[in-house]
């Protein structure tokens, strides 16, 4: 069999992924994993998906030739424009997908989960657009830290239920998330929103964000004579803008895979978001992966500059990526990524989300050849992260 770093029939990668759920969940999986591949092959599917992805969230982003950067860095790099999709980041490509899944599968109720907000809200933007309902769960210290993501929710007309149970920050809002779930199995369906969570998620999310790659792909095409760039770079949270930009190359081992992680204040000051660096297998949101826990499996609280990078551990297929070398890991502090952002912004225009700047950081320190050709996947734009870098720069 030819090797491949696509999930296999069983829902792994390599000895990754899988879905370690409390048995009453069972149903809801099931429903999911025994369909979605039909749903999402038929033509009435892609119709209606590839026509929102066109009219409503502006597909395709471009491809853009960042010619200051590359005389920087004397390499040739590429940037693809994410942060132009409708609501600034490339979750929306997800949140569209899982919105037209839901309604195939006859559901009428969402439910999401979200820590910075940023899912939370490109849920709700999708609810809106079909007039389904919507009920977000938040920590309520992260409802605290994010308000103008909460007001945006609400705005959109999303329900937002405060977790106030543990830490009361992301992985309680996921447990609340979960026991709703149980509770309403028959009308409702839980979007998650990255390469995370039990099979068939992480490849689900993986398919709906691969048009990221799909449209490289074509883009260079055109703008290089050739598809394959040289190395693809991408900041990884949970993991999907990454699996996005990478899905087409996966199996085609001539591209370099480059993942960049917050290494937070540094590595090893035990503030970090370094799953691959410091992270051992373990079982979290339902799957076995890489994730960040103490010597008795204590899930470690993360900590990041940037809220879309401060999760503890990856999705299945970058756990897999990394055990298997097939992508080179590169971990980013929160000072080299700030500085990074700013030189973006002041080179190019364009003012990247803090989770972006990480990716960029590493041409500081990583040399590319001259005619090589790097696609750096710009995540997200940064008027999120505004008084973030305002503070941080005293601008
Ligand atoms: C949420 C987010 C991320 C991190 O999530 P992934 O699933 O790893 O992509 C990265 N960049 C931006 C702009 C985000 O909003």
């Not at 993991?239 to 540094?266: C, M, R, W």
């Not at 890991?329 to 990247?352: C, H, N």
């Amino acid at each position: 069999m030819k090797k491949t770093y696509h999930v296999d029939e069983n829902g792994y990668y390599g000895s990754f992924g899988g879905a370690y759920i409390p048995e009453m969940l069972f149903p809801n999986t099931e429903e999911l994993r025994t369909q979605y591949l039909d749903i999402m092959g038929s033509e009435s599917f892609k119709k209606e998906f590839d026509a929102l992805l066109k009219d409503y969230v502006g597909r395709p982003t471009p491809l853009y030739f960042a010619k200051r950067l590359s005389a920087l860095y004397n390499t040739k790099i590429y940037l693809k424009r994410e942060d132009l999709c409708h609501t600034g980041a490339h979750k929306v490509n997800n949140t569209i997908g899982q919105i037209l899944m839901a309604k195939r599968l006859g559901k009428t109720r969402i439910i999401a989960e979200t820590g910075a907000g940023q899912h939370g809200v490109a849920t709700a933007t999708v609810c809106a657009l079909m007039g389904m309902e919507c009920v977000v769960y938040m920590g309520a210290v992260d409802i605290k830290r994010q308000a103008p993501n909460v007001a945006r929710m609400k705005m959109l007309g999303a329900t937002v239920r405060a977790a106030e149970s543990g830490s009361k920050t992301l992985k309680d809002a996921t447990n609340e998330a979960i026991r709703d779930w149980i509770n309403n199995p028959v009308n409702t369906h839980y979007i998650i929103g990255s390469v995370v969570g039990p099979h068939p998620y992480p490849d689900m999310v993986a398919r709906f964000q691969s048009v990221i790659s799909k449209e490289i792909k074509s883009q260079l095409l055109e703008k290089e004579g050739r598809e394959n760039p040289d190395h693809v770079v991408a900041c990884v949270g949970g993991g999907s803008n990454a699996a996005g930009a990478y899905y087409h190359f996966l199996d085609t081992p001539q591209v370099n895979i480059i993942a960049v992680e917050a290494a937070g204040k540094g590595i090893h000051t035990g503030e970090s978001a370094a799953t691959s660096a410091l992270g051992k297998e373990g079982i979290i949101h339902g799957s076995k992966t890489l994730l960040m826990q103490t010597k008795d499996g204590q899930i470690t609280e993360p900590y990041s500059i940037s809220a879309g990078l401060d999760y503890p551990g990856v999705g299945p297929m970058h756990a897999h990526l990394f055990e298997s070398k097939r992508a080179e890991f590169i971990s980013v502090t929160d000072q080299d990524a700030m500085a990074a952002g700013l030189l973006v912004s002041k080179m190019e225009g364009i003012i990247p989300a803090i989770e972006t700047s990480h990716a960029f950081a590493i041409f500081e320190s990583r040399p590319f050849g001259k005619e090589e050709v790097v696609v750096v996947n710009l995540s997200g734009r940064g008027d999120k992260d505004l008084n973030t870098y305002i503070d941080y720069f005293k601008l």
